[in-house]
């Protein structure tokens, strides 16, 4: 579990920065580098989907990591709208599908469909609507219901440039974060590029870290059917084949397979 609040927005060109501060418990790990929205070949693809109560500024934040704007206008997201996001991690590129959807109960039962199939929910209030926070529970019920089990959660809280207006404290974020066990709580401004693009990094990252895990695990599984048929040779042609190639980055250096 992670929090990455007050890290600066990073720099695309830039190798991974280390925040020396003690308000950034936990920065990016891996070395990553941002590649253009229409980069087309990728290793890894995942299912994003962002959603909270209209006018939390969903749109803005992704059009802000991805596109690098901020629309000062209100246009409600009628549907959905699609971005991508591609990330370069230990020489495998990552391509986050984003989904945003719009928060306006009229849409809502058009959303159940978005749910299934992601990877990974980024719930969005805005910590100067008291009711969007609130309103956060529900959205956290309805993604259960209708998303797969392993699927992964953010909670943000956005507009900290509107400190003065703010009603939702930022330890209140994280204790419903804590509390009901999600994968990272950030509070974001897009009006001020704030932790825009950590966002979606982190979640290239964590789920990243997901693939490696499950090659890990698949290696280990190989392992343990191979000493079993050394022992039990009736059992020989049991255990599962692997590609080599899903291993080929264990032997690259600077890339953190084994950090697991
Ligand atoms: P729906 O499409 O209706 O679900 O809304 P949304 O959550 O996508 O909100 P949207 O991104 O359209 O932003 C709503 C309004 O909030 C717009 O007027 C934005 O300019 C404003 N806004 C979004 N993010 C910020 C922010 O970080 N700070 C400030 N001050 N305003 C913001």
Redesign the pocket.
Known sequence: MTDINDVPKFDSNSENKTNETSNSPQPLKYKYEILPEDYTNFDLSYKLIVI??????????TNNAVKNV????????VGFEFFTFNVRICEKVVKLQIW?T???ELYRSLITNFYRNSSLAIM?YAINAKESFENVEMWLRELRTHSNPDVKVFLIG??I??EKEREITREEGEKFYRDNKLNLFME?????GINTQNIFLKAAEILYDDHLKYLQKKKENKEDDNSTSESHSEFENKSTKIKREDFNDKKKPGCCLFNL
């Open positions: 909270g109560d209209s006018g939390v500024g969903k749109s803005c934040l901020f629309e000062e206008a209100y246009n409600a997201t945003d719009c928060g306006q969005v956005n507009k440039d509107l974001a401004s897009a009006k001020a």
